[in-house]
């Protein structure tokens, strides 16, 4: 089975902090996603990563980073924190070419981020 | 532009009745369709795919979900829901097989006794 692993399940910062969430996939899939939960919302997709060092804004990139240094872990930055960044992460990953049959994205159990 | 609209962001039955999630789309190739489920403080689970081999698809748990073409839609039944069917479920819409998903706004399924 696929294992997404995100490092924080819950986690409080302050504005102005920088702020990083880690994922890390053991199933050597290319694509990686980091996702924006917010209640009547649903998924907004802030970046995504189809190889190493690769990156390619989603919908709502504005005050995200991101880092792919190895191809097992895709981090999120937030590079000053601020209130409305307050929400829940979820990362995925997913393989490519001949791989992806079948196969879903691959969702961790999320990082819920608290901005006071 | 894709998009997905789920209709009715909460939606009630009872142990045993038939549940109904609706989901309609708006795609400008043959799109590849999706239905996850979230259970509280997790993250989500595949539910269901369309891939265009079949317009009715089975998955897990018991559900279903038709694709109709014509309507847009691709709505998510399940015959008889159980008390452990309560949670969030999401529709989602790819070009490409799910690598970059557009997803609805989530609709919460409540189940009574």
């Known amino acids: 089975d696929v294992k997404v692993t995100q490092s924080s399940r819950y986690l409080v910062k302050r504005t102005g902090e920088k702020v990083f969430l880690e994922c890390v996939q053991d199933?050597?899939?290319?694509?990686m996603f980091w996702y924006r939960q917010d209640p009547g919302l649903g998924l907004r997709l802030i970046y995504f990563s189809y190889d190493v060092k690769m990156k390619e804004k989603g919908d709502i990139p504005e005050g995200y980073s991101v880092s792919r240094e190895k191809k097992e872990r895709f981090s999120l930055i937030l590079e000053s924190a601020s209130t409305n960044q307050t929400s829940m992460y979820l990362c995925?990953?997913?393989?490519?070419?001949?791989?992806?049959?079948?196969?879903?994205?691959?969702f961790g159990d999320g990082t819920r981020l608290s901005i006071l | 532009a894709q998009s997905v609209t789920q209709l009715g962001s909460h939606v009630s039955v009872s142990e045993g009745a038939l549940v109904l999630l609706r989901c309609n789309y708006s795609s400008s190739v043959p799109p590849y369709l999706f239905w996850y489920v979230q259970y509280p403080n997790q993250g989500l689970q595949l539910l269901l795919k369309y891939t265009s081999a079949a317009t009715l698809v089975k998955g897990i748990n018991g559900f279903e979900a038709e694709f109709k073409k014509s309507e847009t839609s691709f709505h998510l039944t399940k015959p008889s829901a159980h008390m452990s069917d309560a949670a969030e479920y999401f529709c989602a819409v790819s070009e490409d097989q799910g690598g970059k998903l557009i997803f609805g706004q989530g609709t919460e399924l409540s189940v009574k006794p």
């Open positions: 995925a990953s997913f393989p490519s070419g001949a791989r992806v049959g079948n196969q879903p994205q691959h």
């Open positions: 199933m050597d899939h290319e694509n």
